[in-house]
């Protein structure tokens, strides 16, 4: 699992390009994802969503701007200071420093928990699942988007050439920090099936568990719904 004081040094240090480097890596596809992850939620005006490990903010934002009230939680705080000033009307999501283990919210106090390629980076993705339910009220979502494995065996060849090779180069030389670019397809290499995410997330009390692979796999979206005995 990886370690949380290096996680939170390695995010504090690339920051500054991280919104870039999403852009660039994914050639804009990750702007889609995150669109698709939203529609996951259903109707969000009036809505609560908590937003776990929400980085500099723009799944956090784009719930707001489907009508949502949100709360951005992440421990890293160069990527909050980046968060907050991207929407500062009124309906902005409140940006918060916390962990996405102990996140500082009370149970039952959301409609919707979601996470994008944030669960991948706790010490205890399990314990994270547990929490992310918690804070969900009977009846409401947790939303899980994160990178996976495509099925189709030459898209499969190509990407693990691309992220193996190309981004870690890529990535780094434009933030300056390759050790960042290559932690990533590691972590990504050692994650879950979606298969076998769906049962974790049934292991953490949730129903009606499903996923959708986004653009051939190369991400996939969890979904479960909270029920309480």
Aim: proline share 6%; hydrophobic share 45%.
């Amino acid at each position: 699992m990886p370690d949380p004081g290096l996680v939170r040094h390695m995010f504090g240090r690339i920051a500054g390009r991280y919104d870039l480097l999403n852009r660039v890596l994914s050639a804009g596809v990750d702007v889609r994802w995150r669109r698709r992850t939203v529609a996951a939620a259903g109707e969000l005006r009036g809505r609560v969503v908590v937003d776990a490990c929400c980085g500099t903010g723009d799944l956090s934002l784009a719930f707001a701007r489907a009508g949502a009230r949100v709360v951005g939680v992440d421990f890293t705080p160069e990527m909050l200071r980046l968060a907050t000033p991207k929407d500062r009307g009124p309906g902005a999501p409140l940006f918060v420093h916390g962990d996405a283990l102990a996140l500082p919210v009370a149970d039952d106090a959301a409609d919707v928990c979601s996470v994008a390629f944030g669960l991948r980076n706790t010490a205890d993705p399990d314990a994270g699942l547990r929490e992310m339910a918690r804070v969900v009220r009977p009846g409401g979502r947790v939303l899980v988007l994160e990178f996976s494995q495509p099925e189709h065996r030459l898209l499969a060849r190509a990407y693990g050439t691309y992220f193996e090779h190309v981004l870690p180069r890529v990535g780094g030389w434009i933030s300056g920090d390759g050790e960042a670019y290559r932690y990533l397809p590691a972590t990504v290499g050692a994650w879950p099936s979606p298969d076998e995410l769906r049962a974790r997330f049934e292991a953490a009390g949730l129903v009606d568990c499903g996923f959708a692979r986004l653009t051939g796999g190369i991400a996939c979206l969890h979904w479960g719904r909270v029920v309480r005995a």
